[in-house]
């Protein structure tokens, strides 16, 4: 019964993503055939069996039990529901089949094309609510061990000067993985003790992110103070924003995650911290602060000694600091180049994705997910916030357009084929080939998706 009750909070975030992307690629899909003056008999969210229905017009919508996708009836269309009726009769001028091929192309691509504008309207929104965080660059990078960074031979303490031939000067530079996925193959360069080196990322480097918890691993991790919380120890000792912390008693604080394991081994007894005040940084010492050296010309500022005392309250023991975040702002016009610019890199990578498991470069059953494992994603991301949860939406809706495109029967990229076919050679395939092939195509389908889930419960 408890295994049962922790995994609603998992259904029931999977199943709003589902319902959101599912109703705007029908939507597309149904939009475009009143365009056209289509007659729409179904708009359904979710499969049957049918929970809820009303007819307005000559249109009936529905939603459905089973929500693993939904559909759009169009009249005189060979569809999921096999129905071919009225396809035995003379075509009426409301009929799917009656009208031109450009415009039924449209109604076929609706859907990918609004699943696409979810993507960028998501991003866009984003961006100009919450800008972009990253860390400032200072210095030397980490490393995490166990991670695919590691294992192409970065290590802590080096300085990356160009990642695939390109010059970088901070973390917004640094890019996200997406990026670095998109090279083929990655190239890193770095300084390390004087010297200038090259690393190259692995060929099956999807398959090797989704194997290594540590992830790509390169990291901008300065010990620079950000928010000071007032009436913490570190607030009563003097300590700022824009403080630098260089170490905690006998321990050098190199990066930030250095902190937390010293502060939790003095486990509430007092220590020194040395921290850097930069001259960029004008608050008056407090008097708790000890000047150690002042004007240290070749680093620009000042060094002092603090005694402080982290405080414990039923959990981790903190000084009641944070680290330094620079927040990149975006206007509204930037903020939509932004969205079609993040959702343009998406799509990408789904599309280098698929190249990449179709040719073997990397594992199939290691960079398959399904249901269960949108469950997982989609649930972590929505305990995060927000932002988020809609950053996730925002990329199974990508994926879901591209997989809609691809030309297998019963997706709207088999579709495709048949209408392209006809434009070509002046008529429809058969009904009876167009009927088998829906057939097969639902039939892959449902394999696949069995396939998928037993494989997201062996990785679970």
Do not use: C
């Amino acid at each position: 019964m408890d295994a049962i009750l922790n995994f609603l909070p998992y259904v029931g975030w999977v199943l709003l993503a589902i319902m959101i992307l599912v109703f705007i690629h029908e939507l597309g899909h149904y939009l475009f055939a009143k365009l056209f003056k289509m007659r729409v008999e179904k708009f359904s969210v979710g499969f049957p069996p049918k929970i809820f229905g009303i007819t307005i017009g000559e249109t009936e919508y529905v939603l459905g039990l089973t929500p693993l996708g939904g559909y759009v009836k169009i009249v005189g269309m060979v569809d999921e529901s096999m129905d071919t009726d009225q396809l035995q009769e003379e075509p009426k001028p409301y009929e799917f089949r009656s009208k031109p091929v450009w415009q039924r192309v449209l109604v076929m691509v609706g859907g990918v094309m609004f699943n696409m504008i979810l993507a960028a309207v998501i991003f866009m929104s984003l961006t100009a609510l919450y800008g972009k965080a990253y860390k400032p660059s200072s210095g030397s990078v980490k490393v995490v061990e166990q991670s695919v960074a590691y294992g192409m031979g970065l290590r802590s303490g080096d300085d990356i000067t160009a990642i695939n031939g390109k010059p970088i000067d901070s973390l917004d530079g640094l890019g996200g993985v997406e990026e670095l996925m998109l090279a083929d193959p990655l190239t890193i360069d770095v300084v390390r003790d004087g010297q200038t080196m090259r690393f190259e990322g692995p060929t099956d480097i999807m398959t090797q992110l989704n194997q290594n918890k540590g992830g790509f691993g390169v990291d901008f991790d300065p010990a620079i103070i950000g928010i000071v919380t007032p009436g913490s120890p570190a607030g009563k000792a003097g300590l700022v924003r824009g403080d630098l912390i260089l170490s905690a008693g006998d321990s050098l604080i190199t990066f930030y995650s250095d902190l937390r394991p010293v502060v939790q081994a003095f486990a509430g007894e007092t220590f020194t911290l040395r921290i850097l005040r930069p001259d960029s940084v004008t608050a008056s010492p407090a008097a708790t602060l000890s000047l150690v050296a002042d004007s240290l010309q070749q680093v620009g500022g000042t060094l002092y000694d603090v005694e402080i005392q982290a405080e414990n309250d039923s959990g981790p023991y903190l000084i009641g600091i944070s680290q330094e975040l620079n927040i990149k702002e975006y206007s509204l016009g930037q903020s939509l180049v932004e969205g079609i610019s993040q959702t343009w890199l998406q799509t990408r990578l789904v599309a280098s994705s698929l190249k990449r498991i179709f040719v073997g470069q990397d594992n199939f059953r290691e960079n398959i997910g399904g249901p269960v494992m949108i469950a997982k994603v989609t649930k972590e991301a929505a305990d995060l916030g927000a932002p988020f949860f809609w950053n996730i939406v925002a990329m199974l809706s990508i994926t879901l357009a591209i997989i809609n495109i691809l030309p297998i029967p019963a997706l709207d990229g088999g579709h495709l084929v048949f209408l392209l076919y006809e434009a070509i050679f002046r008529k429809e395939p058969s009904l009876k080939v167009r009927m088998v092939m829906q057939q097969v195509g639902m039939f892959v389908l449902l394999a696949f998706m069995v396939f998928v889930i037993f494989n997201d419960l062996l990785k679970l």
